[in-house]
C-alpha cells in the first residue's frame, strides 16, 4: 500500500501557492478545489522546527490530492512564513482570508504567542483554524474558540505524565525553568497549579527565551536541592539549559528533563554529552519503533514516518512533522464530513463529531469541551540516549 501511495505522489502536481514571507495572491478555492492556508517559520529563529512542519504538512497535502483529493476537490495550498514575527503573522493571516480566498487555516506559525494571534482573526471571519501549537489557551475554554481547534497536547495533560513520572520515581521536589513565552508561561501556571495536590514542591526560575546563559538560574535553583530540573521551551536556549545544568551539577544525581516542546534529536545533538541521559514528555512518534505492535498507532506512525523518510532523501521526521500532518489530515477528515463544504461551523462540528482519530501524535477523540483531544494515554516518557530517543526507564 505505501509503495502505492508513493508512485501516485511521483506522478502527481501539488497544488500550492506557496511564498516564503510575501506568501501568494489570487482567489480562494473554486468548484474544484479547496484552498487551505498554512503559516510556518521557516526562516528566523524557529526555522529548524518550522521547516519540519512544512514537510509534515506538504507530505499530508501531496497524499491527498493524489488519492483524488477531497470529494473530488483538490487541495490549493497558500504557505507563508512569518520568520517567527507575531506582527508579520498577523499580516499575512488577514491577507490569506482577505485576498488569497483561504477557507481553512492549518498551522499558527510554529509559535503559541502567533497561533494566540491568529486565532481572533480565523474566528472573527468564520474559519476553522486548526492550529499545530501548545499553550492550551488556544484552545481553551472551547466555548469561547468554537472554530479552533490543535493538534498538540495541552500542556496540562503533559504536566499530568509528569507528575505520575515523578510520583514513581519518588521525586518530591522539582526545579522549573520555563521560558517566559506564551508556551512556557502556560505550563508554570498549570504545574504550579497541579504539583501541590500530588505532594510535588515546585521551584521555579524563568528565563529569557533568547537567554545564552542559565547558569545564575541553575545555581539559585540548586540551593533548593531538587531531585529533577525540568526546562520548557521551544527555543535553541534549551540547549544552554542542558548544558549549564550539567556544568553546575557535575557531582550530583539528578534527573534532568525537558518538555514535549524540547522533542528534537537535533536539539540533543547540538547539546552534544550533555543531553545523554535527558528525559522528555513526548508523543510516541519518536519510539514509534519499540512501540508494541498492539498500540493502535503503530502502523499510522510507520507508514508517516516510512513516507516522509523516502519523500525527503532520507530524513526523519520529528514530533513537530507530526502535528502538521495530523491537522492537515483533521482538517481533510472534517471536510470530506462536510461533503467539502469549508463552512467554519460546519467544519467544526465535524471536527467534534470525528468520533476517534487515529494520528501520529495520538488518538484524537475531539469533543465540544476538547478541542485538543488527547489525554495522558497518548503520551510516552522518553530518554535521549546519545545518539536517539528510546523509551525512558
Request: aromatic share 8%; proline share 4%.
Amino acid at each position: 500500500m505505501r509503495k502505492k501511495i508513493l508512485a501516485l505522489l511521483a506522478g502527481s502536481a501539488l497544488l500550492a501557492s506557496s511564498a516564503c514571507g510575501l506568501g501568494s495572491s489570487g482567489a480562494g478555492g473554486g468548484d474544484d478545489t479547496i484552498t487551505i492556508g498554512t503559516l510556518f517559520s521557516v526562516s528566523g529563529a524557529g526555522a529548524k522546527l518550522g521547516d519540519k512542519m512544512r514537510k509534515g504538512a506538504e507530505l499530508a497535502v501531496e497524499q491527498v490530492n493524489s488519492q483524488g483529493g477531497i470529494d473530488g476537490k483538490k487541495i490549493k495550498w497558500v504557505f507563508y512564513d512569518p520568520a517567527g514575527d507575531t506582527s508579520t503573522a498577523v499580516q499575512q493571516t488577514n491577507r490569506m482570508l482577505d485576498s488569497d480566498g483561504v477557507e481553512l487555516v492549518v498551522g499558527g506559525g510554529g509559535s503559541s504567542g502567533i497561533a494566540l494571534a491568529m486565532d481572533p482573526i480565523t474566528s472573527g471571519k468564520g474559519i476553522t483554524f486548526i492550529a499545530t501549537e501548545g499553550a492550551r489557551q488556544i484552545v481553551e475554554p472551547a466555548a469561547e474558540h468554537r472554530l479552533t481547534f490543535k493538534t498538540t497536547f495541552n500542556d496540562t495533560v503533559m504536566i499530568e505524565k509528569l507528575i505520575e513520572y515523578w510520583k514513581a520515581k519518588d521525586v518530591t521536589r522539582v526545579a522549573f525553568m520555563p521560558d517566559t513565552s506564551s508556551f512556557g508561561q502556560s505550563a508554570q501556571e498549570e504545574l504550579e497549579r497541579l504539583a501541590p495536590e500530588a505532594g510535588i514542591k515546585v521551584f521555579t526560575a524563568a528565563f529569557d527565551p533568547a537567554a545564552n546563559d542559565l547558569t545564575p538560574q541553575v545555581k539559585r535553583l540548586a540551593g533548593n536541592d531538587p531531585q529533577a530540573y525540568l526546562a520548557w521551551t521551544i527555543q535553541p536556549s534549551g540547549v544552554t539549559f542542558l548544558k549549564n545544568v550539567r556544568s553546575v551539577l557535575a557531582d550530583r544525581d539528578v534527573m534532568v528533563m525537558h518538555g514535549f516542546g524540547f522533542v528534537d534529536d537535533r536539539y540533543m545533538q547540538q547539546a552534544g554529552a550533555a543531553a545523554e541521559g535527558t528525559i522528555l514528555v513526548s508523543p510516541k512518534l519518536p519510539i514509534w519503533d519499540k512501540t508494541d505492535d498492539s498500540d493502535q498507532q503503530k502502523a499510522a506512525m510507520e507508514d508517516f514516518a516510512t513516507s516522509y523518510a523516502e519523500k525527503y532523501a532520507g530524513e526523519q521526521p520529528n514530533v513537530y512533522a507530526g502535528q502538521a500532518y495530523d491537522a492537515m489530515m483533521v482538517a481533510v477528515e472534517a471536510l470530506r464530513a462536510t461533503g467539502g463544504d469549508p463552512d467554519g461551523e460546519k467544519v467544526a462540528k465535524a471536527i467534534e463529531g470525528l468520533g476517534s482519530h487515529v494520528g501520529v501524535t495520538g488518538v484524537f477523540k475531539f469533543t465540544p469541551d476538547d478541542h485538543s483531544g488527547l489525554t495522558a494515554d497518548d503520551v510516552a516518557v522518553v530518554q535521549w540516549d546519545g545518539s536517539r530517543f528510546v523509551p525512558a526507564e
